[in-house]
T-cell receptor
Framework: EADIYQTPRYLVIGTGKKITLECSQT?????MYWYQQDPGMELHLIHY???????EKGDLSSESTVSRIRTEHFPLTLESARPSHTSQYLC???????????????FGPGTRLTVL | GQQVMQIPQYQHVQEGEDFTTYCNSS?????IQWYKQRPGGHPVFLIQ?????EVKKQKRLTFQFGEAKKNSSLHITATQTTDVGTYFC???????????FGKGTMLLVSP
């Protein structure tokens, strides 16, 4: 079982509030990711990082920002939450496979965000 | 950019029936991975295929990687209610690029 944690698990917040979703992993993985997923729908990559001080935007444009100051920590911040941000946010990490050069992603339990 | 298409989007079977989901990529993949997401849960890694024509089995699940490394399938024999969930395939062009996930196939199994 992967050791990747997300807090809070559920968050209901009003429009305009600033929020930070926390993600931590204890596996020492260099690569970390944030996905946005609506119920029963596909995964959309919104941010990823190859290591400390590395952050990249994913395939889906997002108003959120991320930081990677420590290997184990990859928080996501929304400066001003809106109802359109209501979704599930999944954090994942991976270690580049040495033999095959591929990375298996381990997902956290997710944060379900509702913006009223 | 790379696209990974998955069909069907949804399938409802009776317990004991077989199930197959198919994954097709617009480009040649270096590897393909399969994940399962239970309702209300998060994706969990099932398996990875790397070699052309590779076939791997996990109990009632059979995974195949096409000869051209552009398609893959997951077959479940004699489904059980515990198989309920969404199955995602995910591929990458190289070990150093991000995974591209398919849209997933949602499987419902009626007892």
């Amino acid at each position: 079982e992967a050791d990747i944690y997300q807090t809070p698990r559920y968050l209901v917040i009003g429009t305009g509030k600033k929020i930070t979703l926390e993600c931590s992993q204890t596996m020492g993985h260099d690569k970390m990711y944030w996905y946005q997923q609506d119920p029963g729908m596909e995964l959309h990559l919104i941010h990823y990082s190859y290591g400390v001080n590395s952050t990249e935007k994913g395939d889906l444009s997002s108003e959120s920002t991320v930081s990677r100051i420590r290997t184990e920590h990859f928080p996501l911040t929304l400066e001003s939450a809106r109802p359109s941000h209501t979704s599930q946010y999944l954090c994942a990490s991976s270690e580049l496979g040495v033999v095959s050069g591929t990375d298996t992603q381990y997902f956290g339990p997710g944060t379900r965000l509702t913006v009223l | 950019g790379q696209q990974v298409m998955q069909i069907p989007q949804y399938q409802h079977v009776q317990e004991g029936e077989d199930f197959t989901t198919y994954c097709n990529s617009s480009t040649t993949l270096s590897n393909i991975q399969w994940y399962k997401q239970r309702p209300g849960g998060h994706p969990v890694f099932l398996i990875q295929l790397v070699k052309s024509g590779e076939v791997k089995k996990q109990k009632r699940l059979t995974f195949q990687f096409g000869e051209a490394k552009k398609n893959s399938s997951l077959h479940i024999t004699a489904t059980q209610t515990t198989d309920v969930g969404t199955y995602f395939c995910a591929g990458s062009n190289s070990g150093y690029s991000t995974l591209t996930f398919g849209k997933g196939t949602m499987l419902l199994v009626s007892p």
